[in-house]
């Protein structure tokens, strides 16, 4: 009996001094945790910092959408609310003044047969309003999807006071003198190529109407005025030859489904870019892309990812 005395007295003091230390040294110990949860938030910060050190470049982009009244809650809003929200300015072009979505009115007439119009209109208020607010502008359509990111890393390698026009190169008809950019995927101007086209192009009386006519074809016009006015279409595919602004949905080219007219007339590589390794790994511009493929794209591009440590492992020696 003396022995289990003995022991039960060993542990009940033990246990005492445990309590003891936790009444007394807790505080501390929550100190220890918040100083090491602090720590390893600043150096998340730091890391953070030192990444965006290391991008030596990062330019600010105006995002501006060709819409109309009766498209803004058909197809606009998905834009507003998904991939525009990456532009650091996203403008929306109308006929008419909608403040609550809102919108801007540009007080020019509506429907297709204007839409140069719209369009001379739109560069004209960007030009007045944001030019040393951003340094490129992009102009896109409410079917178009833009991975605003990996615009900025393309542009890395580019200078904004240098007048270049960027997107997916197009000859008019197949005519290599008639080059422009598509304007579904997003036709991209540098600050300086939006200033010539204003001040040199449209305020010049002898170009004018030579320059930017009412009608369709905006997107030609658009680049036809840049070009003129001394900016350079850039070629915009991958350093393998890859697209990276496609005028179609992404399963038209990985299945090989390119029109006639694209890959014998229009396009520059007479659409040989298709199959599997058609595109670039860091796509930019998309067009066709209605509402719904808009928010299955957002999702794939923003909220998922795949965890390569995990990647089937290949035996070399199975292989036959």
């Known amino acids: 009996m003396s022995k289990l005395r003995i022991i039960l007295a060993v542990h009940f003091y033990v246990l005492l001094i445990c309590v003891i230390m936790v009444l007394f040294f807790k505080p501390n110990v929550y100190d220890v945790i918040q100083n090491r949860a602090t720590d390893i938030a600043e150096r998340a910060f730091a890391q953070k910092n030192q990444t965006h050190k290391q991008i030596s470049k990062h330019y600010k982009i105006l995002c501006w959408i060709m819409t109309s009244p009766t498209d803004l809650e058909k197809r606009t809003k998905h834009v507003r609310d998904t991939w525009a929200k990456h532009c650091d300015i996203d403008l929306y072009m109308s006929s008419q003044e909608n403040t609550t979505f809102p919108t801007v009115g540009l007080n020019v007439t509506e429907g297709r047969a204007h839409i140069s119009m719209k369009s001379k209109a739109a560069w004209t208020f960007i030009y007045e309003n944001y030019l040393e607010k951003a340094d490129y502008f992009l102009k896109g359509d ?11 890393r393309m542009l890395q390698n580019y200078n904004p006071n240098d007048a270049e026009i960027f ?18 995927p997003g036709i991209v101007a540098s600050r300086e190529s939006l200033k010539r086209m204003v ?54 080219y990985i299945q090989r489904l390119l029109g006639g007219w694209y890959t014998k007339a229009y396009n520059a590589d007479k659409g040989k870019n298709q199959g599997p390794n058609c595109c670039s790994e860091y796509p930019i511009g998309f067009h066709y892309i209605g509402p719904s493929i808009m928010y299955d794209m957002y999702y794939y591009f923003y909220k998922t990812k795949v965890d390569h440590k995990f990647d089937k492992i290949v035996d070399v020696h199975m292989q036959t």
């Open 142 to 152: 409410p079917d178009t999807f833009i991975v605003v990111e990996n615009l900025r």
């Open 167 to 184: 997107g997916h190169m197009f000859y008019l008809g197949g005519g290599k003198h008639n080059v422009y950019m598509a304007g579904g």
């Open 199 to 252: 001040e040199i192009a449209f305020r010049n009386s002898t170009w004018e109407k030579d320059c930017f006519p009412d009608g369709d074809s905006e997107d030609f016009k658009s680049c036809n005025c840049m070009i003129k006015a001394g900016a350079k279409p850039i070629n915009c595919t991958d350093e393998l030859g890859r697209e990276r602004f496609l005028v179609y949905p992404p399963h038209t």
